[in-house]
């Protein structure tokens, strides 16, 4: 089936992207495995004319904001991270109102039509960097209240935050890095800013995905409790096999990151369905912000 991928792909001029949290063959099949800024960054700059992007929905839209002319395909149909539809663009507005001196912040993590109502993007690896760069002192940070939280340890501004959070963050907890910690002692512990912060106040680093993988290879330790969804220890041990990788928790699974296998993979070059497409007027707006987040 790889070698099937790798001719359709060649004969499509595709490029293949996959999220850190793909199941181990479709990373193995990848182009480019990386967190949500890498895989932005990445459908901005591509030569290709199909873009084959395994991940969820919110992903796969960024790019195809990004890449106007190219197709880009999202193997698993209706694959969706549910944090990304706890804010709609309605509530927004609602906030808007009232703080309207406050700059907007989305998370990628977000639908289109919210990123078309905010000044700026950000991903968990340069929230504090975006909100730091804004000359406002009042900040709307939508969806993700425990991203937003973590942000505000870094600034002064006043980050006014929704009430969204991704299901398989929100639910790690401090006892449970306590019993990690107790299981491997020598262990770091790294958490993804999506978690709680009493989850966040007990860990060691807090990083975005490829954040965790950076450290992982330059940390002089041998083991590392991962507080993130369990897909990202497969990239953990790939690029680091010499060191030890134990899940803060074996339950932290997002459904809809593994929805996509190697034959939707292939059924997606063979079809170039189904299709991401959003439509220009909202495309337009969501654009300024995600390139203003691409050029700090
Ligand atoms: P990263 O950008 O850190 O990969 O996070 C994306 C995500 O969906 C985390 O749950
Ligand atoms: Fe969304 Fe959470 Fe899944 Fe990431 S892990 S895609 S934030 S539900």
Redesign the pocket.
């Known amino acids: 089936m790889l070698e099937e991928i790798l001719a359709l792909k060649r004969e499509r001029n595709a490029a293949i992207l996959a999220h850190n ?1 793909q199941v181990p063959e479709v990373q193995d099949a990848a182009d480019l495995v990386g967190d949500s800024l890498e895989l932005s960054r990445a459908a901005a700059r591509l030569d290709a004319d199909v873009i084959i992007f395994c991940g ?1 929905d919110f992903m796969a839209e960024t790019a195809a904001i990004l890449s106007p002319d190219k197709r880009v395909v999202l193997p698993a149909k209706g694959a969706f ?4 539809h706890l804010v709609n663009a309605e509530q927004l507005r609602e906030m808007k109102a009232q703080h309207p001196d406050a700059a907007v912040v989305a998370y990628v ?1 977000s639908s289109a039509d919210v990123k078309a109502e905010s000044d700026i993007c950000c991903t968990s690896a340069n929230g504090v960097q975006v909100v730091k760069s804004l000359s406002e002192d009042e900040v709307i940070f939508v969806p993700d209240r425990n991203l937003g939280a973590y942000v505000q340890r870094f600034t002064d501004k006043k980050v006014l935050t929704a009430n969204g959070y ?4 929100d639910r790690l907890t401090p006892l449970e890095v306590e019993a990690a910690r107790r299981s491997h002692p020598q262990a770091e512990v790294l958490v993804h800013p ?1 978690c709680r912060p009493e989850v966040i106040d007990v860990a060691d680093f807090v990083y975005s995905t490829s954040g965790m993988s950076r450290h992982a290879q330059k940390s002089e330790a041998q083991e590392f409790i991962i507080g993130t ?1 369990v897909g990202m220890l497969y990239r953990l041990k790939k690029d680091n096999p010499d060191k030890e990788f134990y899940p803060l928790s074996e339950a932290a699974i ?1 459904d ?2 593994k929805k996509t296998s190697l034959d939707l993979v292939l059924i997606a070059l063979q079809t170039l369905e189904p299709q991401v497409v959003v439509p220009e007027n909202i495309a337009a707006r969501a654009r300024k912000a995600i390139e203003r987040m691409l050029a700090i």
């Open positions: 949290y969820v991270c549910p944090m990304a993590n991704c299901y398989v963050h999506e969804e997002c809809n990151m």
